[in-house]
Each structure stands twice: as structure tokens, then as C-alpha cells.
């Protein structure tokens, strides 16, 4: 029987049948402004207040702008117990330019997972930044001992993605990957990531033509019977909540 891990977003674990499966690897995706990392700080804190070792890695926003999502979700007590990492756009750009391009993605991988130890629950914000900055095409020379960066190939990013997923799996921890969803080259790992990932959630600027301005699709949860209904969020005072219930 699969065992399951509480979301923390109130009315999901229901439409789950109890929450996402125990060591699952879930894409939550969304275009800016669909309260991705409020989705990923309430999944963090309901670890936490279940005695969980939690881990956040951050690439792109820093430890502060969390602290204060945390205040505003009144959180501040449990968001001091996450193991909370950075990765700045210095170390990103350091990274970047340092390794060889024809091995780049597996030894981005390899850092990243040298942030995690052995945690119950991972969030990686973002996903998209991983697959981009460890292109194992990321630079390539131009004129002199010049260097110029290129954007990666749809191959490149897909086998980033599964190198990070394998070592991730091995982790054994449920892992939340964060990515941001858009039109362009760009945002192709949101795309790669649902073949990859055992479950896609999407935060969506609702198109229901509800008081709700969010709403919530779950894509894809494997070994769980869901709704494929798109369903409206609020945002309360305690964050991110199911205001109805659909069955589809």
C-alpha cells in the first residue's frame, strides 16, 4: 500500500486520497504570481510540525524574501527549523563557467545533491534554474580566449533533469521541484519535468470566473486516483487552501 505524505495545503490531501506518495518526485509549476514558493513553504512546515527533517534549496530568491513570506504566514517558529540553502547567481555564474562542457549536468547534479543530506522532505525552488545554468553545452568558445554562454538543448535539459531525478529517488526523501511555466525556450524543463516526475501540480490564474483569482490543477499523481478538475485556491491569512471540492 503506498504510503502517504501530507501536502500541508488544506482540501488537497483529500482530492490526493491522504497527500502525495512517500518519496514521490512532484513538479509544482506555474507562471509568476500563482504562489509557488507559498505552496512550497506550507508543504515545508507541515514536515516540521510532524517531527520531519526538511530541507529547502533556494536558487534564485534569498534566505530573507522566505523569512518574510514565513511573517506573513504567521510560520516564522517552524520556518526556523528547515535546513534552508542558497545558491546565489555568483555561485550559479561560477559554476557555470567552470566546468567542462562536456560533463556539466552530472557534476551540476552532484553539487546540488551535496546540499541534501538525508531529509524526509526536499524542495527545490527553482527547477528551471537547475536544468539552465548545468547545460552540459554551457559554454563554448567565441573570439580569442573568449567564452560565451548559450542557452541549453532540449537534450541537455532533459538529461540534467533525469541525472538530478535519479539522485534524488536514491535520497529517498519526497521532493517538491519548483518551475516556472511560460511560452520560449526558456521554460522547456516545466514541460520535460511531468515525464519525468511522479506527480504535476499546476498553479494557474484561475479561468473559472470565480472571486478566486488562483486555482489548482493536479496533471498527473501516479498510483492515485485524482480529479483532473481544475480547482480555485484563496489565499487566507495561513496561506494557500481548497475552496471547493469537485469530483471529475
Given at each position: 500500500?503506498?504510503?502517504k505524505v501530507s501536502t500541508g495545503i488544506p482540501g488537497l490531501d483529500k482530492l490526493l486520497d491522504g497527500g502525495f506518495g512517500k518519496g514521490?518526485?512532484?513538479e509544482i509549476a506555474g507562471s509568476a504570481g500563482t504562489y509557488k514558493s507559498t505552496f512550497a513553504i506550507q508543504f515545508a512546515v507541515e514536515g516540521v510540525?510532524?517531527?520531519e527533517k526538511v530541507t529547502y534549496i533556494s536558487l534564485e530568491e534569498p534566505k530573507q524574501s522566505f523569512e518574510q513570506l514565513a511573517e506573513d504566514l504567521h510560520v516564522t517558529k517552524e520556518f526556523s527549523?528547515?535546513?534552508f540553502e542558497t545558491m546565489g547567481m555568483d555561485d550559479l555564474m561560477?559554476?557555470?563557467y567552470s566546468i567542462n562542457p562536456s560533463g556539466g549536468a552530472e557534476a551540476f547534479a552532484?553539487?546540488?545533491i551535496s546540499y541534501v543530506e538525508k531529509p524526509d522532505r526536499l524542495v527545490i525552488d527553482t527547477a528551471t534554474t537547475t536544468a539552465l545554468y548545468s547545460s552540459r553545452t554551457s559554454v563554448r568558445a567565441n573570439e580569442g580566449n573568449k567564452s560565451e554562454a548559450i542557452i541549453p538543448s532540449p537534450a541537455d535539459i532533459r538529461i540534467m533533469l533525469l541525472l538530478l531525478a535519479d539522485k534524488l529517488r536514491k535520497k529517498g526523501c519526497t521532493v517538491l521541484l519548483l518551475a516556472e511555466a511560460g511560452e520560449g525556450d526558456l521554460y522547456i524543463p516545466e514541460e520535460m519535468l511531468k515525464y519525468i516526475c511522479d506527480g504535476k501540480?499546476?498553479?494557474k490564474k484561475s479561468s473559472l470566473g470565480t472571486r478566486t483569482p488562483r486555482s489548482l490543477v493536479i496533471e498527473k499523481m501516479r498510483h492515485i486516483n485524482h480529479t483532473?478538475?481544475?480547482q480555485p485556491i484563496v489565499l487566507t491569512k495561513d496561506g494557500l487552501t481548497i475552496e471547493q471540492i469537485e469530483q471529475g
Open positions: 500500500m503506498l504510503e514521490f518526485l512532484v510540525r510532524k517531527n527549523k528547515i535546513d561560477s559554476f557555470r552532484n553539487m546540488l501540480i499546476e498553479l483532473l478538475d481544475e
